[in-house]
């Protein structure tokens, strides 16, 4: 039988299907139980990995209470992640959070506040962090190549977030078209719109890049599309006392970046004292540029291994081994970017420069 028994909690976010397949795969953990307000929404997962029915519930308290899962997975909307914490939490279960943290900083508060008072473990998932390209950029930065890092700039996002489903499956204009006036992801009370869906990804790994650093103010503006209460486009600059970092979210890109790179292309780059270098999403080299060799030249990505691959094997690697969480999953670096996020929604409402928000 195997050793960590795993419910997922709330399909709201299509990246259910992506962390429950990570499960399905792991050979010490198997889903003990999903649990979702409308099942129809369950039904791909229920086919895919061959869920008994009698594991499926509709009431979260039934589901826990039944499959008594170690470790839960929760993709609620992002408006609605200290809720579901707050709930899931005092059955003294692990949490391993889809993207984003919060859609404040209040809300991550409770999140951390909630876990700390059961007792577990909370985890931040960033689909971004298990790119093999980004992780080979932080390892050289952690080596020292381009000497200490300064300034970080990202630019990522899709073609929007109705035009795939679990898996990187495609949709299609009638699909986005049916799904656009219900969607979560278009509300501005469920958290939505392309700064609170992709900024915490940039400020977070960005964080990690800068081993911890936080900036010291920040500015940012948002597109406001017509017939739309959320942005599609935001761009925020970040002072820090080595510079000015960039980080821009993009919903509308040309392509997907998992399928063909749009141009701008998605992913980072990364400022140092001694050299620059670029990672961009699912490409299998970073590019560097030193003192010592200006001339721009690639570096073959790592073949990420155990227990490295994905957050679902991190978790458990973590809680088998009594570690605590590290680099972007942790909610300390999470955190970080959590405030970057903040100051940015009040820049964005404010029309002006804002100081960071406080430390926790």
């Not at 029915?53 to 009431?59: L, M, S």
């Not at 900083?105 to 008072?117: N, Q």
């Not at 979560?184 to 990804?201: E, V």
């Amino acid at each position: 039988m195997a050793k960590w028994r795993v419910a997922g909690i709330n399909f709201d976010h299509l990246h259910m299907g992506d962390n429950l397949r990570m499960v399905f795969n792991h050979p010490e953990a198997e889903i003990v139980g999903v649990c979702h307000e409308e099942p129809e929404r369950m039904e791909p997962a229920i086919q895919n990995f061959r869920i008994p029915r009698e594991h499926v519930f509709t009431d979260y308290r039934a589901c826990l209470e039944k499959t008594r899962p170690d470790l839960v997975l929760l993709c609620p909307a992002t408006a609605r992640h200290a809720e579901w914490t707050e709930k899931v939490a005092p059955f003294g279960v692990h949490i391993l959070m889809e993207k984003p943290f919060a859609a404040s900083l209040t809300e991550a508060g409770r999140m951390i506040a909630a876990m700390e008072r059961s007792g577990k473990v909370l985890a931040i998932n960033w689909p971004l962090a298990w790119y093999p390209v980004h992780r080979t950029a932080k390892r050289l930065l952690d080596e020292g190549l381009i000497g200490e890092p300064i300034q970080v700039h990202y630019y990522d996002g899709n073609r929007g977030p109705l035009w795939h489903v679990a898996d990187k499956i495609d949709t299609d204009e009638e699909y986005v078209r049916r799904e656009k006036p219900n969607s979560w992801f278009y509300k501005k009370a469920y958290g939505g719109g392309s700064l609170l869906d992709y900024l915490g990804y940039g400020t977070t790994l960005g964080t990690w890049f800068m081993n911890g650093k936080a900036p010291l103010e920040v500015t940012a503006v948002v597109d406001e599309p017509a017939g739309l209460e959320v942005d599609e486009h935001s761009i925020t600059v970040a002072r820090y006392d080595t510079g000015l970092s960039k980080f821009e979210t993009r919903w509308g890109t040309f392509t997907d970046p998992w399928t063909h790179q749009p141009q701008p292309k998605c992913g980072f780059v990364i400022v140092g004292t001694d050299g620059t270098i670029s990672s961009y999403d699912a490409e299998t080299q970073v590019h560097v540029q030193t003192r010592r060799k200006p001339v721009v030249y690639p570096i073959p990505v790592d073949v990420l291994q155990p227990p490295f691959q994905n957050p679902v094997q991190y978790m458990i690697h973590c809680l088998e081994h009594d570690l605590p969480i590290e680099g972007p999953l942790s909610p300390a670096i999470s955190y970080t970017g959590q405030r970057v996020v903040d100051a940015a929604v009040r820049s964005a409402q404010e029309k002006r420069t804002v100081p960071l928000g406080p430390r926790p």
